[in-house]
């Protein structure tokens, strides 16, 4: 069994920062790509950033030059800060991880999503 935790989501005013933490727990032989997703009322989810377990990264386009992706491996924890945020950042954010449970078998995992609101 593994659980992903995230938190740090809110309400700030546009132009604000936040900073989203998201710790996975659980029966864990190791973590691989992690990542952050969100979605909007009425919209699909889509990729926010994804990281690999050595530190490669990838952001998806509205996000680039405003957004950090990071992890700590030893503490299973993925970061993302967001800074200059706009009203249309506006989401439910969730994070992914890709979890061996043994050394054989990888699934990937979503925690529970933390609300980002930008007001205007």
């Known amino acids: 069994q593994v659980q992903l935790v995230e938190s740090g989501g809110g309400l700030v005013q546009a132009g604000g920062s936040l900073r989203l933490s998201c710790a996975a727990s659980?029966?864990?032989?190791?973590?691989?790509?992690m990542g952050w997703y969100r979605q909007a009322p009425g919209k699909q989810r889509e990729l926010v950033a994804t990281i690999t377990k050595g530190g490669r990264t990838n952001y998806a386009d509205p996000v680039k030059g405003r957004f950090t992706i990071s992890r700590d491996n030893a503490k299973n924890t993925v970061y993302l800060q967001m800074n200059s945020l706009k009203p249309e950042d506006t989401a439910v954010y969730h994070c992914?991880?890709?979890?061996?449970?043994?050394?054989?078998?990888?699934?990937?995992?979503w925690g529970q999503g933390t609300q980002v609101t930008v007001s205007s």
């Open positions: 659980g029966s864990i032989f190791s973590v691989n790509a």
């Open positions: 992914n991880a890709n979890v061996a449970t043994s050394g054989l078998v990888a699934n990937n995992y």
